[in-house]
């Protein structure tokens, strides 16, 4: 079946420690995405890529990086920079072109220990 | 800048009944709009869309309205079932990425 996957489900981040999120999609589309959920709150975009090896910064990027060296895949690693990254991390994917939605993964928990 | 909000933060319905979830926008270029299910842990579904160019769409129990003169779309759920509890997000798909309501989280009542 085509989809996004994101992993782990559930990630743990010591004082001072990067973490890198995976998510792959096999819907061979061209854009991908990163958002931010805070409890009780709408989703907030961290970095989004257009094609391979370009992306641009969302409205909340500092303390995130990422990368897009593959059409498939496009991981995001929270710093250490990033004072509060306790949050829900969800990645998307949408054709280029025309006026089509986002697809979803299922998500990344990421908490401090 | 572009904002999205919703008008209520919760809805409560009674199984059987119908839904009708609203959410306003500010940008008068929007031409495209997307309604979003969440449900607890997991990521936005995907329920229906539209372009400025319709004001109502179906779907499978589900209609969209979109009044652009107000700046004003909603989300009808049809006879109401309690799978349909979820946060459900208005969205507004710029030229480069999309804009999210805060969501209204609909519960049903037994």
Known sequence: D????Q??????????QNVTLSCEQN??????????????????????????NDFQKGDIAEGYSVSREKKESFPLTVTSAQKNPTAFYLCASRPSGGSQPQHFGDGTRLSIL | GESVGLHLPTLSVQEGDNSIINCAYSNSASDYFIWYKQE???????????????????????????????????????ATQPGDSAVYFCAEQGAQKLVFGQGTRLTINP
């Open chain 1, 7 to 16: 992993s782990p489900k559930y990630l743990f981040r010591k004082e001072g």
């Open chain 2, 40 to 78: 607890s842990g997991k990521g936005p579904q995907f329920i229906i869309d539209i372009r400025s160019n319709m004001d109502k769409r179906q779907g499978q129990r589900v209609t969209v309205l979109l009044n652009k003169t107000v700046k004003h779309l909603s989300l009808q759920i049809a």
């Open chain 1, 2 to 5: 085509g989809g996004i996957t």
């Open chain 1, 27 to 52: 819907l061979n589309h061209d854009a991908m995405y990163w958002y931010r959920q805070d409890p009780g709150q709408g989703l907030r975009l961290i970095y989004y890529s257009q094609i391979v």
